[in-house]
Each structure stands twice: as structure tokens, then as C-alpha cells.
């Protein structure tokens, strides 16, 4: 297990196995070990109320090979094999826009930059599938906050990878490239918000995002947008690669609503990865508690 200040190498991971087998022990206690570890390290930005899961994770082999990644391939099945020797090293990631201190980070000095935090999160797809993952990252606000953003910093845009060469559905007009996403400045802020770069103890594999992507847990996975090479803080609220191609189905908003149908489905009920049976989807994925003041007073069917 990682331990303080410690970054994930190659060398110190737990076989799967091993690795589910603890986890089933440490899952009660997980919680109170984050929250000890949360004072440490975190000044600035506030790790209060993280929900603890107690739902049984998502089987490694289901939530690594049914993947949405419109570069590779917009067929779930495929995007495994075919991002299998995309390579994401070396790789950079830049915050600039309206801050004060813009830097242009190498990835191994941004998952370095706090000690990495295990959490349990659900994503619900915009599809109607879901998964509950154990993800390994650091809060964005720790990025975020130490690019002191200025007055105008109202949204963060989110830029992906551009590489035809080495991602084959980018060859293809499938959505605008690179892949853009965008969170409102309080969004991007909020504890849950997490920047990710493993899962299940392991790096992020190819096809899960590597080496950086987002996750957003109370919104349509769509959001959660992988391989980031960009983190733009801007006045105006940005144009998503989504919203661009289909502007009636995907709002910029995007928070898991089982009252607000898409154009083409209803959102009431998902199914689990490795599951029959469907489940009643929850308003904020099961986050209402943490996220819903952040949108108080607003019409959430306007602001899909
Ligand atoms: N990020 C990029 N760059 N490109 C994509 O096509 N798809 C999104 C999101 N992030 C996507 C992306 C969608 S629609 C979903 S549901 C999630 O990734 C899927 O993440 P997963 O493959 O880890 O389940």
C-alpha cells in the first residue's frame, strides 16, 4: 500500500488479488484512514465530507474492457486492444489561463505533488452503465489552488491529447479534437473532484485515461474526460467537445439526474458492470448530500 508522501512505481504494486483481498478487510476502516491522512499535507483545500463506500467493486476485467474513448474507438469492446500500445510517457500537462502561476507540469511531478489518495467512487455513464471503482489520485483543487487563480477564473476547460498518429479514432470526425470538457470553478474545486492516475492499486491503464484523467463522480461520465493534456481556467463558460456535437442531448452541466430523460432514454435505472439486474439510478449519483448546494436556486431541467 502507498504510504505517505510516496509516489506509485511499477515496483510497488500489490498483486490483484492480494490487493481485493485486503481491501475487503480495509474497507471499514478506510474512511477513518483518510480522514487522519487528510490534515496532512492538504492545506487550503477541504476534504471533509468524503463518502465512504461499502459497495462491492466493480470486477478489474469488466471496468478495464468496456470503455468509452472516442480516440481509440467508439466501440466499447475494442478500445482496450487498440490503446494497448499507446504510450503516455513523456507527457505534460499545463494550467495556465487566468492564474497567477502558470506552470507546465511533467506527470510524474503532478502525482507527486500531494500523496495520492485511494477512493471509492461510482461513475455512471450518460449510456446508462455504471461502475463502482477504487481510483487513486489527488484532489484537482490541490492543482488548482497552487496555480492561484484570479478573479476572472470563473470555469476550468479541460484539454485532451491530441495524437492521430497513435489514436486511430481521432482520424475519423466522430467528435471535435482534441476532446474538451469544462467544470464550473466551484465544480472543479469541490473535494470529490479528483484527478486520476490509477485504479484498483495499479496505473491507470490506456483505456481507463493514462496517465491523467478526471473523475467527476455526481456527473454523466462523459465529463470525466481522459488524458488530460490541459487545464485552462477561463472566464467564459467552454465549449465541450459533447456539447458541440450534440448540444439538445449533452449539457454542459451534466449532473446524474433520474428526472431529466435524455432526448433518446430515460435516465431512471443503470446497470451495474457485471450485473443483470438493473438498480434505481440516484439524483447526483448518490452525492446529493456533498454537491447538491452547489447548485441551489438553480433550474436543474434548464441546466442539464
Ligand atoms: N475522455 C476522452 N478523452 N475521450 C472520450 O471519448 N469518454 C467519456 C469519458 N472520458 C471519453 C473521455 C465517457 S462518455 C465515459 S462514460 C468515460 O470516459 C468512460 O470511462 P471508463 O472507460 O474509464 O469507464
Known sequence: MLRLGEK?????????AVYLERRRFMLGGAALALSALSGLGHAGCEHGNI?????????????????????????KKSVSRLAKDFNPRPWTVAVSGE??????????ELTRLVHPEERIYRLRCVEGWSMVVPWLGIPLCEVLRRADPTGKAKFVEFVSIKKPESMPGQRYASLSWPYTEGLRIDEAMHPLTMLVFGMYGKPLPNQNGAPLRLVVPWKYGFKSIKAIAQIRLVENQPLTSWSRSAPREYGFYANVNPAVAH??????????????????TLPFNGYAEQVAPLYQGMDLVANF
Open 51 to 75: 463518502p465512504a463506500s461499502s459497495e462491492p467493486l466493480t470486477d478489474i476485467d469488466a471496468a478495464t474492457h468496456h470503455n468509452n474513448y472516442y480516440e481509440f474507438s467508439t466501440d
Open 8 to 16: 506509485i512505481s511499477a515496483a510497488e504494486i500489490t498483486p490483484e
Open 99 to 108: 492564474v497567477r502561476k502558470p506552470k507546465t507540469y511533467d506527470i510524474d
Open 263 to 280: 432526448p433518446r432514454w430515460s435516465q431512471r435505472r443503470e446497470t451495474r458492470l457485471g450485473e443483470l439486474s438493473k438498480r434505481d
